[in-house]
């Protein structure tokens, strides 16, 4: 099993800054992929980035390319997600997700663990 919880959201005005962790436990991550999803309300859950636990790997949405950046720190089991010039439009809930592999993906349903989820809302 593996357990993921998530934190860091808040309220931030549009420039802003915040970033958002996942702190991981049980099985561990060889080999795993590690992402971080959102969902805004009457949307679909929206790929952000992801990185596998171990190598170089890593990819981001488009709409947040530039901006997010997600990293790990593997020996304290975290996972983060810095986001900067954050936009109104970045409001919704994130996740931590994770999966038993380890290629990259953006579907969220090849993530078998998630994280609650933490609500962030960019105000204009």
């Known amino acids: 099993q593996v357990h993921l919880v998530d934190s860091g959201g808040g309220l931030v005005q549009a420039g802003g800054s915040l970033r958002l962790s996942c702190r991981t436990s049980g099985r561990t991550f060889s080999p795993f992929v590690v992402g971080w999803f959102r969902q805004a309300p009457g949307k679909e859950r929206e790929f952000v980035a992801t990185m596998s636990w171990a190598g170089p790997y890593s990819d981001a949405a488009d709409s947040v390319k530039g901006r997010f950046t997600i990293s790990r720190d593997n020996a304290m089991n975290m996972v983060y997600l810095q986001m900067n010039s954050l936009k109104p439009e970045d409001t919704a809930i994130y996740y931590c997700?994770?999966?038993?592999?380890?290629?990259?993906?953006?579907?969220?349903?090849?993530?078998?663990?998630w994280g609650q989820g933490t609500q962030v809302t960019v105000s204009s």
């Open positions: 997700a994770a999966r038993s592999s380890g290629s990259l993906s953006r579907y969220p349903s090849q993530y078998a663990y």
